[in-house]
Nanobody
Framework: QVQLVESGGGLVQAGGSLRLSCAAS????????MGWFRQAPGKEREFVAG????????DYADSVKGRFTISRDNAKNTVYLQMNSLKPEDTAVYYC???????????????????WGQGTQVTVSS
């Protein structure tokens, strides 16, 4: 029911910035918690950042705290991930995901999200 379309991935030098976007084709998008995950080659998919429907609450993995910022524009049905001070270890396929369930906190597990984008590649060179 919720389709997610990602964009903004690419190749960037260490220390640079990228902004990922994820557009949802669903009018109830504004009531979904949105998350960003990433999966590096040979590694498990891991939580990066999450944001509640109002945008007033966020959560970040320790590895990106202070460098990445998640935000959303409900009028545009879009969630963003601003990535600054990128490091080679940030290289991964980045996925956006939507969680329509009511939870006491932002979900951080892959199985807690019902809808997923197809991923966008982010490569950080040194």
């Amino acid at each position: 029911q919720v389709q997610l379309v990602e964009s903004g991935g690419g190749l960037v030098q260490a220390g640079g910035s990228l902004r990922l976007s994820c557009a949802a084709s669903e009018r109830t998008f504004s009531r979904y918690t949105m998350g960003w995950f990433r999966q590096a080659p040979g590694k498990e998919r891991e939580f990066v950042a999450g944001i509640i429907w109002s945008g007033g609450g966020t959560d970040y993995a320790d590895s990106v705290k202070g460098r990445f910022t998640i935000s959303r524009d409900n009028a545009k049905n879009t969630v963003y991930l601003q990535m600054n001070s990128l490091k080679p270890e940030d290289t991964a396929v980045y996925y956006c995901a939507a969680d329509g369930r009511l939870r006491p906190r932002i979900a951080t597990m892959t199985y807690e999200y019902q809808y997923w984008g197809q991923g966008t590649q982010v490569t950080v060179s040194s």
